[in-house]
């Protein structure tokens, strides 16, 4: 009985899907690949010639918007070409790809728009586009509940943005971005605040940061391809927006420390839940929190290019990541002794390493000249590479198979040469950026900053020694700030073929 339900349910699917001949998922995946060409160009023209394109109080292409493009339309074109053998078949597959298409562009008119209206209302067509591919199978309920509840969250991010820009303009009289930002002195203190706390919140919702993240966790409904644009480009629009308004938003130190926090907290708390999940996708969910709140905190400490830069490589990783999902689902499988013991020699090596990537950042991003050392927010951000280092060490050495006289010099070149590309890509995007209004601003050290600073540590000593293992309420508080809206979870198998 069960066979012939299956079978049936078979040709119900294939009488339900789209020709193979559409013309739409060929004819959009080019015009992607059309455009990230075009970006190129204009991003080559950008840093070598120094031009700048636009229409007064209308739109603007500088070197934020340029490099903006080149990332969303590449990452657009793989979702794109990746999507043409993934959703084939797929009864909306032209619909999918006309969504995935159209937030391409509205993502690279929001990059560009310096008009507040044209501003506010890219950012909503933006989160009700990815709502629209979070809920992609009309007929699957949960996928639609799924769709709903981000909508919501993007439509009080969207309201939050336009209350703090309708202020800005009330305020200043300038309906642009770039007259709102040359005005600021016209500004009153008080109304700053709510603009800035209005801008900061819409970038927290949007890039799904505690106590936000629930929509991002409820919205593995979405087609994988979706997911992998979601995560690798959409959640990156909070720092986009802090970059853009950095003038207002770095004013205040107090402000600044808040956001250190606050971005601080999503990355331990993101990082801690990828501990107790079991599957792929929210594994890699509670991830991108860590990493948007680690992307957040930068742009607290003042390093806005750096933001940009690390969400260049989160995305790509993230991507690459999601596109590969299935594959990690069928090879993956825990393994007793898996691990190698370290002993002394390893331990020396994985210190030795954090400390060289610490040093070799700091000297390729200008913070360490001769054996001066400035003693500002940088500091901050060169230990989280340092801890990052290490972390990444011992883990590779833990897990790499080779002989321990290959593995104690492989692993150090392996990781020293991923902090001089981070460092590189950094320097890149902050000289690409340098016609933008502080995007390298770095803060005086405040109590937020130490406080930081003794979480990052206390948080890797209690990975590194196994704390977190002992205590089951600890589990059981990030298994439950981990859960999806239950009405976006599948409860049966069955669920999953009607």
């Known amino acids: 009985m069960s066979d012939e339900t299956s079978s049936q349910d078979r040709v119900q699917l294939s009488e339900t899907s789209t020709p193979p001949h559409s013309w739409v998922p060929r004819a959009s995946t080019w015009s992607v690949w059309t455009l990230f060409c075009a970006s190129l160009v204009v991003l080559a023209l950008t840093a070598f010639r120094g031009y700048q394109w636009g229409v007064p109080g209308v739109f603007v292409v500088d070197g934020l918007t340029t490099v903006m493009w080149v990332v969303v339309t590449f990452f657009s074109g793989i979702v794109h070409s990746y999507s043409r053998r993934y959703m084939a078949g797929d009864r909306g597959v032209e619909r999918f790809f006309a969504t995935v298409f159209a937030f391409t562009l509205v993502v690279m008119t929001l990059t560009a728009a310096d008009h507040v209206a044209l501003f506010a209302t890219a950012w909503l067509a933006m989160g ?12 699957w309920k949960q996928a639609q509940i799924a769709g709903r509840l981000a909508a919501a969250y993007f439509l009080a991010s969207t309201a939050l943005l336009a209350g703090a820009l309708g202020l800005l303009v009330w305020t200043t009289g300038s ?146 990541l999601f596109l590969s999902s299935g594959a990690s689902v069928e090879h993956t499988a825990p393994k007793r002794g898996s691990h190698t013991n370290l002993g002394f020699s390893g331990a020396a090596v994985s210190l030795l390493t954090a400390v060289g990537g610490g040093a070799l950042f700091m ?129 049966t198998k069955e669920e999953y073929d009607q």
């Open 363 to 491: 000297v390729l991003t200008g913070k360490l000249s001769g054996l001066s050392v400035t003693l500002d927010s940088g500091i901050v951000l060169t230990l989280v590479v340092v801890l990052t280092t290490l972390t990444a060490a011992r883990d590779i050495l833990h897990r790499t198979t080779l002989p321990s006289s290959v593995r104690l010099v492989s692993v150090p070149a392996v990781v020293l040469t991923a902090i001089g590309a981070y460092a590189v890509t950094f320097n890149a995007v902050s000289t690409m950026l340098a016609s933008v209004p502080m995007t390298y601003a770095p803060t005086e050290l405040t109590v937020a900053h130490y406080l930081v600073v003794a979480a990052f540590v206390g948080a890797y000593l209690a990975t590194e020694l196994g704390w977190h293992r002992s205590s089951e309420r600890l589990y059981v508080t990030l298994l439950n700030l981990s859960q999806p809206a239950p009405a976006t979870v599948l409860t």
């Open 128 to 139: 009700l586009l990815m709502a629209s591919l979070i809920g992609h199978d009309r007929r």
């Open 175 to 320: 309906t642009s971005i770039t007259g709102v930002l040359g005005a600021l002195e016209a500004v009153p203190t008080t109304i700053g605040f709510v603009a800035v706390g209005g801008i900061f919140f819409a970038a927290i919702v949007q890039s799904a940061l505690f106590p936000f993240h629930g929509w991002l966790l409820s919205s593995m409904t979405a087609p994988t391809p979706a997911s992998a644009l979601m995560h690798a480009g959409f959640v990156n629009a909070g720092g986009i927006l802090l970059t853009r308004f950095a003038p207002l938003v770095g004013t205040e130190l107090a402000v600044m420390s808040l956001i250190v926090i606050v971005g601080a907290f999503s990355a331990l708390l993101g990082q801690a839940m990828v501990l107790v999940q079991t599957d792929v996708k929210r594994k890699l969910g509670s991830s991108t929190l860590a990493q948007m709140g680690f992307m957040i905190m930068q742009c607290g400490l003042g390093f806005f290019s750096a933001a940009i830069a690390h969400l260049i490589l989160h995305g790509c990783y993230k991507a690459y």
